[in-house]
């Protein structure tokens, strides 16, 4: 008689919650820094204006500058109310076709604001959000449209650092002289712009630009992009200048609400409702599309579908990130003013409260706004203090519990208020062959990027963690005692017993220089109490069928068990 089995090893994973807990918090366009620039309109006039619209919640003041230009302008702003800045159109306006140009506009303030850019001709306006220096990113595909021959397609960069080096690869041939398809680099330094032009005709939706290796991480840059003058869509009259500025590809979206331009019409043109156009953008192979809940079809990197005529609201969604942009068509299509460009907010970018400003012009006459909110925030959102009357509100069909309403302006400067979960905003106008349109909706959220854990480790033993030896300078640190160096070495050991944590190397990159930080949660399993039964003592007669049982605690836990040898079991993997 002997013991036939005995339990060898039981098992418990435990999940990483406390290292994916920690998050960091950035704001996209509130905030103090801002870099901008504004591409070639249709022509050069003496009506032209390109100005900024600067607004905050509270007083505070700062500065306008073109570095490159040796132009500077102070200002200040008063809460809650618009402050117009002027540029002169010969400081920075950028004419030239893919030729460094010191052009880059800088907005500096002592407290938060938001910045809208307005680039102006009478019959050839429109206007762009302004995102803060601090959401710009390193890797964009562009949104643009073609332009009608000669006014082309245009991208636009504006670098906020030296030394920054960029890969183009433009999506048509550029009227420079750049094949399709194959890349070429461009070195710009802290202010410099960069314009990209399309061949006559062509359009540069879909066209990348990315940082290079040696421009690194530290050297983030700006992208606008649009049409000197544009026929949206083709063959509707009259043409525009289109301007907008692009979200890096670490902000696009998957769920998107795209609501129609609601206005008087023109009986001239004998459009019976108002008309606008859509894209939706992919910058990964296989992303599949739904638009109001239907059959999906799928956009390779760079692609778009574009949708014209329309005159409803639609809900997009998508299976990886995409960026949605809208236009105004032409008047002989839309039935009023002429195309204007937004790239629209995706539904995370919702805002609590923003203060923004119709353009001021005697050719635009009638301004609008559109809002997207929660169905149950209706009756929440105020606009000067009023509530936005409940009946205007319309729904997006089945695909969504979302709202929206849009409804006439006054001129002026206007603040948006939501007390719910928040709201979406576009402003837009129009006037004889004119119109402009730009995003509110993005003016005061915020996005929460969880923490990258780049290395999840869990056990027992001594924990070893390294960095590649091309990055310079590493220091290590805990993250709870950032203060505290640790090591400076390209590795780190920590020996038992190990302490849980988030642990931290910050190093340069030998290539770029610039500074990176990677994180390591490192965390010891807790082997919980267990009982078994029959305990080791107890004899079993050979050829007997006995049951082995094992009770860990707490109850309530998920456990995996794995009794050892395997022979004879009739599951190796339960509890009994």
């Avoid at 002592?110 to 995102?131: C, M, Q, R």
């Avoid at 068509?329 to 919702?350: F, Q, R």
Wanted: charged share 10%; glycine share 8%; proline share 6%.
């Amino acid at each position: 008689m002997h013991p036939v089995y005995r339990l060898i090893s039981l098992l418990l994973f435990l999940a990483l919650a406390p290292a994916a807990a920690l998050a960091q918090s950035q704001t996209l366009t509130i905030g103090t820094d801002f870099w901008l620039g504004f591409m070639k309109n249709y022509q050069t006039t003496a009506g032209q204006a390109l100005n900024l619209f600067i607004v905050s919640d509270q007083a505070t003041s700062g500065t306008v500058s073109v570095p490159g230009q040796g132009w500077s302008q102070s200002f200040t702003v008063s809460p809650n109310v618009t402050t117009t800045i002027t540029i002169p159109n010969a400081v920075a306006e950028v004419a030239l076709n893919q030729t460094v140009q010191g052009r880059g506009v800088h907005i500096e303030s002592v407290a938060d604001i938001a910045v809208f850019a307005i680039n102006f001709i009478t019959h050839t306006a429109d206007g762009s959000k302004v995102l803060t220096t601090q959401a710009l990113g390193t890797k964009y595909v562009a949104a643009a449209y073609s332009g009608l021959a000669p006014y082309n397609s245009e991208i636009l960069i504006v670098a906020t650092e030296d030394n920054t080096e960029v890969e183009i690869t433009p999506k048509c041939a550029t009227s420079a002289g750049n094949a399709a398809n194959v890349p070429f680099l461009v070195q710009l330094n802290q202010g410099d712009c960069y314009q990209l032009m399309a061949v006559a005709g062509q359009d540069l939706t879909g066209t990348s630009i990315t940082g290079t290796e040696a421009s690194g991480s530290c050297r983030p840059f700006a992208v606008f992009s649009g049409a000197g003058c544009s026929n949206i869509p083709s063959g509707c009259v009259a043409c525009d200048h289109i301007y907008e500025q692009n979200y890096p590809l670490n902000l696009w979206g998957i769920d998107f609400f795209v609501t129609p331009f609601v206005f008087n019409l023109n009986p001239v043109y004998g459009v019976s409702v108002p008309n606008y156009t859509y894209r939706v953008l992919a910058a990964q192979n296989g992303t599949s599309i739904s638009i109001d809940g239907g059959a999906p079809f799928t956009l390779n990197a760079g692609q778009f579908q574009e949708f014209n005529y329309q005159t409803g609201a639609h809900c997009i969604a998508a299976s990886l990130p995409v960026t949605v942009a809208q236009y105004m068509e032409g008047i002989s299509c839309g039935g009023n003013g002429d195309p204007a460009m937004l790239i629209i907010d995706d539904i995370t970018k919702k805002i609590d409260y923003i203060t923004f400003s119709t353009v001021q012009s005697s050719v635009i006459t009638d301004h609008y706004l559109n809002v997207v909110v929660d169905a149950a925030d209706i009756g929440t959102v105020t606009l000067d203090g009023v509530v936005i009357d409940p009946g205007l509100f319309q729904g997006f069909g089945s695909c969504s519990n979302l709202m929206w309403a849009g409804f006439p302006l006054t001129p002026g400067s206007h603040t948006l208020d939501s007390q719910g979960t928040g709201v979406s905003g576009y402003v837009y106008g129009y006037g004889d062959s004119e119109s402009y349109a730009y995003t509110v909706g993005s003016g005061t959220f915020e996005t929460t990027d969880m923490l990258e854990i780049d290395e999840a480790i869990c056990t027992n033993n001594q924990v070893i963690m390294q960095i590649d030896p091309e990055f310079l300078d590493p220091v290590w640190y805990n993250y709870a005692f950032p203060g505290d160096t640790l090591a400076q070495t390209h590795t780190y050991t920590l020996n038992q017993p190990v302490t849980n944590g988030v642990y931290m190397v910050t190093a340069n990159h030998f290539i770029s220089g610039c500074e990176e930080t990677f994180y390591y949660s490192v965390e010891v399993p807790q082997p919980p109490p267990l009982t078994v039964y029959p305990n080791a003592t107890v004899n079993i007669c050979q050829y007997e069928s006995v049951q082995l049982n094992a009770v860990a605690l707490p109850a309530s836990a998920t456990y995996y068990y794995n009794w050892t040898p395997v022979a004879g079991l009739s599951d190796p993997h339960i509890a009994n």
